[in-house]
């Protein structure tokens, strides 16, 4: 019979041979051939958000800036193109209430659908899934009618509502293979000892699924945040239309300000890094509460 000191010795042994450290250092030196192939894009950009124009447009072309324009971060704010502030205020105020709405409306009925059976349950989920497959630049001309005979046109309600509607359906899918995976003892007892199915929801079943929230927000928020064909038809003022129609502001018949294309692209991944930074410990905390020990 095997003691643990002898598996100890055998896996530290193993560890130690020439094969496996060839083999770790290989799959660090792929682990970071990786990191920058996904980094070096974003550094390129913040590197010429710092030059001027004229540097950009320059032949031979050059990575580093020969003069470092920072004030391209200041006067960007006051471009005549295109209000900036406003857009950035305008896509916060946007995807994060699409993001609100989709969990307010989602998570009940992904619970209801993986804990209930009822009539046509099968068929909604189908439809669920068939509706991702619309997309907003399909509808953009029978929202904007829809709109404007609501009076809803060219306001920032409007957008929240398509924003919301088209991340609804992923939403519910995802959020349901994670409320169906946790185990129907565990509400049965809720019941039992005298909980609700709001109490069920909300107290027992919410802390397991976690992951599945926390996913549905990412993907909410982040598209909700890079939509653009439906809010370039619906909004036309330009303070209320969201970073993703004000870049192309920039872009002219004639000219393009690529420095404040880039500086502005820059400002705009911001918000979703810090996202991603808020929820990391909340998506490895919820993949550790949501097992369940069988």
Same mark, same amino acid.
């Given at each position: 019979?095997?003691?643990?000191?002898?598996?100890?010795? /055998?896996?530290?042994?193993?560890?130690?041979?020439?094969?496996? /450290?060839?083999?770790?250092?290989?799959?660090?030196?792929?682990?970071?051939?990786?990191?920058?192939?996904?980094?070096?894009? +974003?550094?390129?950009?913040?590197?010429?958000?710092? @030059? &001027?124009?004229?540097?950009?447009?320059?032949?031979?072309?050059?990575?580093?800036?020969?003069?470092?324009?920072?004030?391209?971060?200041? &006067?960007?704010? !006051?471009?005549?193109? #295109?209000?900036?502030?406003?857009?950035?205020? &305008?896509?916060?105020?946007?995807?994060?209430? !699409?993001?609100?709405?989709?969990?307010?409306?989602? #998570?009940?009925? %992904?619970? +209801?659908?993986?804990?209930? /059976?009822?009539?046509?349950?099968?068929?909604?989920? %189908?439809?669920?899934?068939?509706? $991702?497959?619309? $997309? =907003?630049?399909?509808?953009?001309?029978?929202?904007?009618?829809?709109?404007?005979?609501?009076?809803?046109?060219?306001?920032?309600?409007?957008?929240?509502?398509?924003?919301?509607?088209?991340?609804?359906?992923?939403?519910?899918?995802?959020?349901?293979?994670?409320?169906?995976?946790?185990?129907?003892?565990?509400?049965?007892?809720?019941?039992?000892?005298?909980?609700?199915?709001?109490?069920?929801?909300?107290?027992?079943?919410? =802390?397991?699924?976690?992951?599945?929230?926390? #996913?549905?927000?990412? +993907?909410?928020?982040?598209?909700?945040?890079?939509?653009?064909?439906? !809010?370039?038809?619906?909004?036309? !003022? =330009?303070? /209320? $239309?969201?970073?993703?129609?004000?870049?192309? @502001?920039?872009?002219? $018949?004639?000219?393009?300000?690529?420095?404040?294309?880039?500086?502005?692209?820059?400002?705009?991944?911001?918000?979703?890094?810090?996202?991603?930074?808020?929820?990391? @410990?909340?998506?490895?905390?919820?993949? #550790? %509460?949501?097992?369940? @020990?069988?």
């Amino acid at each position: 019979m095997k003691t643990r000191n002898d598996s100890w010795w /055998k896996r530290h042994t193993e560890e130690s041979t020439p094969g496996h /450290k060839a083999h770790t250092g290989l799959r660090i030196f792929g682990g970071i051939v990786v990191f920058f192939l996904f980094v070096f894009p +974003y550094v390129i950009m913040l590197l010429t958000s710092l @030059k &001027s124009r004229g540097e950009i447009l320059g032949i031979p072309a050059t990575y580093i800036p020969r003069n470092w324009r920072f004030d391209n971060y200041v &006067s960007m704010w !006051s471009t005549p193109e #295109t209000p900036v502030g406003d857009n950035l205020v &305008s896509t916060l105020i946007i995807a994060a209430c !699409s993001t609100l709405l989709v969990l307010v409306v989602a #998570t009940p009925a %992904a619970y +209801y659908t993986a804990r209930f /059976k009822f009539p046509g349950r099968g068929v909604f989920l %189908a439809c669920i899934l068939l509706t $991702q497959m619309l $997309q =907003p630049a399909v509808l953009v001309a029978g929202l904007f009618r829809e709109f404007l005979s609501l009076g809803l046109h060219d306001t920032l309600f409007a957008m929240v509502l398509v924003n919301a509607a088209f991340n609804l359906t992923f939403a519910t899918w995802m959020m349901h293979a994670f409320f169906a995976s946790v185990p129907q003892e565990i509400s049965e007892a809720a019941e039992i000892d005298g909980c609700n199915h709001f109490i069920t929801l909300f107290r027992i079943n919410l =802390p397991l699924v976690w992951p599945g929230i926390v #996913t549905a927000v990412i +993907y909410t928020f982040v598209a909700a945040w890079n939509e653009f064909a439906a !809010s370039l038809v619906i909004l036309s !003022s =330009p303070g /209320k $239309q969201p970073l993703s129609v004000a870049l192309t @502001k920039f872009v002219g $018949q004639y000219a393009t300000s690529w420095q404040y294309v880039f500086s502005v692209s820059v400002i705009a991944i911001i918000p979703v890094l810090i996202l991603f930074a808020l929820v990391e @410990k909340r998506l490895i905390g919820g993949l #550790t %509460a949501g097992a369940v @020990k069988g």
